[in-house]
């Protein structure tokens, strides 16, 4: 026989005590900003700044002959190997980023 459980209000609670709602939090404010940011100063890139392993990613969107996702601690430490991909990358790839001629920061 399979017992349930009764159904409780979702929240903190205790046995024998009302049950408070559990407000939602949003992690590391700065760091999504930044990542939004930059998604917007450099076209060409989806940045994405992940909570759970605190990385800033960055997906190249243009075509490349291989997917192309770089991650790192920092932002300025991203910017630099994005930039390293754009100027590595051959002409004709280069071509086709839309991030190919606009100054970046």
Do not use: N
Request: aromatic share 8%.
């Amino acid at each position: 026989m399979i017992r349930r459980r009764p159904v409780r209000p979702r929240g903190r609670h205790r046995d024998g005590h009302a049950a408070v709602p559990v407000p939602h939090y949003t992690w590391d404010h700065e760091a999504r900003a930044e990542a939004a940011m930059l998604e917007i100063t450099w076209p060409g890139w989806a940045v994405l700044y992940d909570t759970g392993s605190r990385l800033f990613h960055a997906i190249a969107t243009w075509t490349t002959p291989e997917p192309v996702l770089l991650c790192d601690r920092t932002i300025e430490g991203l910017k630099a190997q994005m930039r390293e991909v754009e100027t590595a990358l051959p002409h004709r790839w280069a071509l086709t980023s839309t991030s190919a001629g606009i100054g970046h920061f």
